[in-house]
Each structure stands twice: as C-alpha cells, then as structure tokens.
C-alpha cells in the first residue's frame, strides 16, 4: 500500500470485504463514488484457483492457505481504528475466517480492532450496499446528497 492508502483508513473504521481472490478495504466515511483499496493475494502455486481437491483423498482436504495475503490484507488494515469483517461461506471455504484466525495468532494488535466478522452475500453486493452496511453497523449517518452537487454538508438554511 502507499503512503495515500494508509492514510485513507489511518485511525478510521473501515470494512474489510474478504475472499480468497481480493480483499475489499472501504473506510466508513468514503465519498459517493470512492474506489474501495484493494489487497490481491499473489498465487505462485495456484492453490486458489482451485481450494478444495478430492482426487485421492476420499475426506477431500483444503489446501495451505497463504500467509503472504493474510499478511498483506493485515498490514493494510494496521492503521484503522476498528474493522468490520465480511465474509462468506462456512467453516474452511470462509476466506474471512481464515485472516481472523491469522491475526488472533500472529498480530493480536490487530485482532483487538476486529468488532465483528460477518457472514454475507458479499459477492451479490455492490461496493455502495457493502458501504452502507458498515456505516449503518458503525451507527455513522451516510453523507446525504444536498441535492446540489455537495455531500455531507447541511444545507444552507435561509431565514427571512
């Protein structure tokens, strides 16, 4: 992450979209339109391409996660003051799972900013919906549209 990344969720609560194949980061005070940062796991070995195997092994197993991307998804997140985790899934398929697992073991530091980590649809939630749902859950007011062009700003009221 650069230094303008950090920044953007440096002391802020922040919802952290997590799955095997990207991690979303939007902190909770975005603007209408604001790109979430995202945090892509690099996989040299191709063990996310595929997570479950069953070949040879009639149980099935999950392959070795990837402490790199717990890792990179962890150092992004440092700075925030409180983070909302969602994920999907259940059990060893949950992506979202497997990173609080990481930082209640390896950065606990962390961990203690993690308030909650929920399991949604999150690949039927576009970023605006993943938006209000942290700032409903951080119990933050959306900006509101002032109908003019300005966010989050009250309307200038005129007495006579």
């Known amino acids: 992450m650069t230094e303008a990344d950090i920044e953007l969720v440096r002391g802020k609560n922040v919802v ?8 979303s980061i939007y902190p909770t005070d975005a603007s209408p339109g604001q790109r979430p940062e995202h945090v892509v796991p690099t996989d040299p070995h191709g ?25 990179e998804i962890t150092e992004a997140l440092v700075p925030a003051a409180a983070i909302l985790v969602l994920g999907h899934g259940k059990g060893k398929s949950n992506a979202s799972h497997h990173w609080v697992e990481y930082v209640a073991k ?15 649809g999150i690949d039927h939630l576009d970023d605006e919906q993943v938006l209000e749902l942290a700032q409903a859950y951080f ?7 002032a109908g003019d062009g ?3 700003e009250p309307a200038n009221s005129q007495t006579i």
């Open 16 to 23: 952290a979209v997590i799955d095997f194949h990207r991690t």
């Open 47 to 71: 063990y996310f391409h595929k997570l479950h195997h069953q070949a040879g092994n009639p149980k099935g197993i999950y392959e070795a996660d990837s402490p790199e991307y717990w890792a």
């Open 150 to 152: 300005r966010w989050g």
């Open 139 to 145: 119990s933050a007011l959306p900006p509101r549209d």
């Open 106 to 120: 390896h950065r606990r530091d962390v961990a203690a900013k993690v308030v909650a980590d929920v399991r949604v």
